[in-house]
């Protein structure tokens, strides 16, 4: 069977509540030329996975008036996505708890009340992007990954494969590229060696799914290279984790601190503002920043490697 013959298969399901893909689903795109990642005119988003079932393609599309997602796959591991479909667009989210104790906080839970912390339930798909991302800017870190897929991924089970849909590599072949493909990718030594270690570790790793995020992140940064930054992006992605903030980055704690107080803070000044909301601090991250709250940018942008260690 080839990947541009694999039958689709299909599932509906109806959540709840409302289902907002295009927020959901963004975190999980990284840049406007991921080949993982697709966007339909008609507003479906399609993602290439490495699956444990094996690799698979999903579409999904939401009706938005009863919040039903339908969904059709490709692929040996079509059958996995389409089972874990709810998970991933925040089924199991739990906001129990989650009270808004600031007025712009409030009105993004308003706004964005489709909004749900993903679940993807795949570690490394999220952990390799997060490494190459250390240190440096999104655009430089997208380039090196869309360069990363494009060389040494596969054509994506399915249609969208005529798009150029890609499947990242395996676990397996990311730790198999030399490191002279990572340099050319712009992708340094250190955050090399962390990668090829996880990927050669992701057997490992991809078990944090059935542990606590606490447990599973402590997993994640037992290799070396992969820190508190790091194993929370994973963890908003791939784990749930509605708690998981994103410490260490260069942009969000002074974008909070601005956005709530008025001034920039660094992490401490984050964990203190962050504290009332124990449980749900990554969901006021991301409800902050799908609501655009950033300080105001005086002069020239940051050059590449703005972010701090990971």
Not at 222 to 228: E, H, K, L
């Amino acid at each position: 069977m080839t990947p541009d013959t694999d039958a689709a298969v299909g599932r509906s399901w109806r959540s709840q509540r409302p289902v907002a893909l295009g927020a959901i689903t963004a975190t999980f795109r990284r840049g406007s030329g991921d080949p993982t990642f697709r966007r339909a005119p008609d507003g479906a988003v399609v993602r290439a996975v490495r699956t444990p079932a094996g690799p698979a393609s999903l579409e999904l599309r939401v009706a938005a008036p009863d919040a039903t997602v339908e969904a059709r796959a490709w692929g040996q591991g079509a059958q996995w996505a389409l089972e874990h479909v709810p998970d991933l667009l925040g089924g199991a989210d739990d906001d129990e708890g989650f009270v808004a104790h600031h007025p712009l906080v409030a009105e993004a839970a308003r706004r964005f009340c489709g909004w749900r912390v993903p679940r993807s339930g795949l570690v490394l798909d999220a952990l390799v992007p997060a490494i190459i991302e250390q240190k440096v800017t999104g655009q430089e870190a997208f380039a090196g990954y869309r360069r990363l897929v494009g060389r040494f991924g596969d054509p994506a089970p399915g249609p969208y494969a005529a798009l150029g849909l890609r499947l990242p590599p395996t676990a397996a072949g990311w730790a198999a590229i030399p490191s002279w493909e990572f340099l050319q990718a712009s992708v340094d030594s250190a955050r090399s060696t962390a990668l090829v270690r996880a990927a050669r570790a992701a057997g490992r790793l991809e078990q944090g799914v059935d542990l606590t995020p606490a447990r599973a992140r402590l997993r994640m940064q037992a290799v070396p290279g992969v820190g508190v930054w790091t194993s929370a992006e994973v963890a908003q992605r791939a784990l749930g984790d509605a708690d998981a903030v994103s410490y260490g980055d260069y942009h969000v704690a002074r974008n909070i601190g601005w956005a709530l107080t008025g001034q920039e803070v660094d992490d401490d000044g984050l964990a203190e503002l962050l504290e009332p909301y124990a449980g749900h601090r990554y969901r006021v991250q991301r409800l902050l920043e799908l609501a655009g709250a950033r300080r105001p940018r005086h002069g020239a942008r940051m050059a590449p490697r703005t972010h701090l260690p990971r």
